[in-house]
């Protein structure tokens, strides 16, 4: 296990688009979430005590801890961090000088801040906390402090000057850009309001956004994401090389390898939300074979502009899946979907996945997968 997440899970504010499990901070909630996240986190240490490459802060508003209760949270990890990519998330009207120092003296050296845009209206719309000034100011005090800085834009929204708030990103130097589109997820104030997205006006966003960021040396790395050379997220690319990681704090995710009787699994486990966690419950426990894992790694790591390697998936999960997939690989290499060199394949559109993957998908599930 080479990479942590922490679930924290408490907001100042809940946002009306937000299907996260989040919590407002109330009574004695927080020395409880710190006391319980030592415990669990002094029982994975046991068992996976190796170096960390990233440690991953999410939530929630890890931010909106205090002072104290963030150092707190640094002393329950026993993990050796020299060397690793230490990212928290932040809101900007969470952060000042005083607090940007805290964070760098407990071995923060990245920061991803949810701005989703520069414009009050917008803003306002979305329910957010800060305004656009605020916004400005708390990517201005993070890269003063020496942080890896990524924001979070969400493109397409109604009002929305997508290419001011784009070249506000670019002018302000960041090293990363993760873009995303509004999505309306059920139970949350927006679904119920009958708020739709306009998916003509987020295609083209994301077009403008691929250009504008590409032109300022932001290259879009992932279906998702732009980074200047060097700058991507270790942690997310863990993610969509479906390594493993460890997940700590309600409602989190790990996946752990492993051998069964029938060769490679891959097992994941996600923990309970906050009221059950706090009680102690034990996660609850998913066994993914060796076929089922493939399947996942094909579809994350065609997320990457660089591909996915199928002999490293086939090295990882004892599977001979390249006969399985060549003949689809080889006609969709035809048509101009994907681009093959010996085993690794790109999609040379990142917008139009979904029909690929299904396809690769149905290939393996047609054929007789052999060890």
């Known amino acids: 296990m080479k990479h942590l997440y922490i679930h924290v899970p408490f907001c100042p504010t809940i946002c009306p688009y937000c299907d996260f499990h989040v919590v407002r901070r109330y009574g004695g909630l927080v020395e409880a979430y710190l006391k319980r996240l030592t415990q669990e986190a002094q029982a994975l240490f046991a068992q996976h005590p190796s170096k960390l490459n990233t440690l991953y802060l999410g939530g929630g508003t890890p931010s909106f801890l205090r002072n104290q209760e963030l150092e707190r949270l640094f002393q329950a990890l026993q993990w050796n961090l020299e060397g690793a990519e230490v990212t928290l998330e932040a809101n900007p009207g969470t952060l000042n000088p005083e607090r940007l120092q805290l964070l760098r003296a407990l071995g923060v050296n990245r920061l991803s801040l949810g701005v989703q845009s520069f414009q009050d209206d917008v803003l306002r719309a979305l329910g957010r906390a800060h305004g656009g000034k605020g916004a400005l100011r708390a990517v201005e005090m993070s890269l003063e402090a020496g942080f890896r800085t990524s924001i979070d834009l969400i ?11 784009l070249k506000q990103a670019v002018a302000l130097g960041v090293g990363h ?3 995303y589109t509004l999505q309306i997820e059920p139970g949350t104030p927006f679904a119920l309001s009958g708020l739709a997205p306009d998916p003509d006006a987020e295609a083209q966003a994301f077009e403008l956004a691929q250009t504008v960021l590409g ?7 992932e279906v998702s994401n732009f980074a200047r050379p060097g700058q991507e997220s270790q942690h997310n690319l863990a993610y969509w090389h479906n390594t493993t990681w460890g997940g700590l704090g309600p409602g989190a995710t790990g996946q752990l390898a ?19 966690w706090l009680q102690g419950e034990e996660p609850w426990v998913e066994q993914v074979g060796a076929l089922e894992h493939a399947k996942e790694s094909l579809m994350l790591g065609l997320r990457l502009s660089q591909g996915v390697d199928v002999g490293q998936i086939e090295l990882r999960c004892g599977l001979k899946l390249w006969p399985a997939l060549e003949s689809t690989v080889q006609a969709l290499s035809l048509e101009g979907s994907l681009e093959v060199q010996q085993k690794r394949i790109r999609a040379l559109e ?9 396809q690769l998908w149905a290939a ?4 007789q997968i052999e060890r």
């Open 177 to 179: 850009v993760s873009a």
């Open 258 to 276: 492993g051998a069964g009787d029938g060769g490679f699994l891959t097992w994941r486990y996600t923990n309970p939300p906050l009221p059950r």
């Open 155 to 165: 493109l397409g929204l109604p009002g929305q000057d997508v290419l001011a708030d």
């Open 350 to 358: 990142l917008s139009t996945l979904h029909p690929i993957i299904l």
């Open 215 to 221: 032109q300022a040396g932001l290259v879009r790395y």
């Open 364 to 367: 393996l599930e047609a054929a």
